[in-house]
């Protein structure tokens, strides 16, 4: 079935670091790709999504590139900030409108 | 994008006992999800709720477990029966066909 993979965290870096966490899928298919964002204490939130092969989805600094070849779709952004700390789900969308998350990386900006 | 509330947005429970969640959105969806997310873990789908229909449970959820209610196009119910201490979660609530809006979420701790 349908899944994703994708990095172990937590994950630590300082301020104006560059961040990739890796997400990689399986599915049947043509999937829609997402991000989702959950700050503390809040609900979660879409970051970005692709639709398909190649598209780049972008938000807020974040990009993430739909990569059918690779199967991936990694979160990048070039300068992280305080803010930014929070967990990230890599998440596909499945049949009959399904989402499938990942297990979710948590991310903490240090001053 | 879609504006959920859920209510209540935190309880605690007794085992044995049962709770009864809601999930009101600001405009009318055909299809709502009931998710729940364990402490540090990602989102697992409990089942599709459909207006007019029975929900559609994932595998490992039963419907005298965790019943649902979608009486009308805006609004679902989601019961956690005979709780336990292992059904301390957030439950959240979904709409969407591509990708998914989310509500806050309801944090529940069960003695």
């Known amino acids: 079935g349908d899944s994703v993979t994708q990095m172990e965290g937590p994950v630590t870096l300082s301020e104006e670091a560059f961040l990739t966490i890796n997400c990689t899928y399986t599915?049947?298919?043509?999937?829609?790709l997402f991000w989702y964002v959950q700050y503390p204490g809040e609900g979660l939130q879409l970051l970005l999504k692709a639709t398909k092969a190649d598209d780049k989805g972008s938000n807020k600094g974040f990009e993430a590139t739909y990569r059918k070849e690779t199967t991936s779709f990694h979160l990048e952004k070039g300068s992280v900030q305080v803010s930014d700390s929070a967990v990230y789900f890599c998440?596909?969308?499945?049949?009959?409108?399904?989402?499938?998350f990942g297990s979710g990386t948590r991310l903490s900006i240090r001053p | 994008s879609a504006v959920i509330s859920q209510k209540p947005s935190r309880d605690i429970c007794q085992r044995g006992t049962s709770l009864t969640i809601q999930c009101q959105v600001d405009?009318?969806?055909?299809?709502m999800f009931w998710y729940r997310q364990q402490p540090g873990q990602s989102l697992t789908l409990i089942a599709t709720?459909?207006?007019?229909?029975?929900?559609?449970?994932e595998s490992g959820f039963v419907i005298d477990k965790f019943p649902i209610s979608r009486p009308n196009l805006t609004f679902s119910t989601l019961t956690v029966s005979n709780m336990s201490p292992e059904d301390s979660s957030i439950y959240l609530c979904?709409?969407?066909?591509?990708?998914?809006?989310f509500g806050p979420g309801t944090r529940l701790t069960v003695l």
């Open positions: 709720a459909n207006q007019g229909s029975e929900a559609t449970y």
């Open positions: 599915a049947t298919g043509y999937p829609s």
């Open positions: 979904s709409v969407g066909n591509n990708e998914q809006f």
């Open positions: 405009s009318q969806v055909t299809m």
């Open positions: 998440a596909l969308g499945s049949s009959a409108s399904k989402i499938i």
